[in-house]
């Protein structure tokens, strides 16, 4: 967990160098990248309004909406703070 610390810490550090005009590019850079990723996880019809996810996106954001406990792979076990807290 300290070396994700770390990382993030280098990178703050990195981005407050930049100008606005390179954080931007930057910003517009890595959306441009995500774009393609997040809508292959979604299905959408152009002649309506709804958006429905694939199922394995669906079961988690399910999961994430209502709270429910899941697990992250077959294999794995629960986490050991399965307690949902209110935000």
Do not use: C, W
């Not at 399910?62 to 307690?83: E, I, K």
């Amino acid at each position: 967990m300290s070396n994700l610390h770390e990382l993030d810490a280098y990178l703050v550090g990195l981005l407050a160098k930049l100008e606005a005009p390179q954080r931007r590019a930057l910003a517009r850079a890595v959306s441009v990248e995500l774009r393609p990723r997040q809508s292959s996880r979604i299905e959408a019809s152009p002649d309506t309004a709804v958006v429905t996810f694939r199922d394995e996106v669906k079961r988690v954001a399910a999961v994430h909406h209502f709270g429910l406990r899941d697990r992250v792979n077959a294999r794995a076990g629960l986490p050991s703070n399965t307690r949902h807290e209110s935000y």
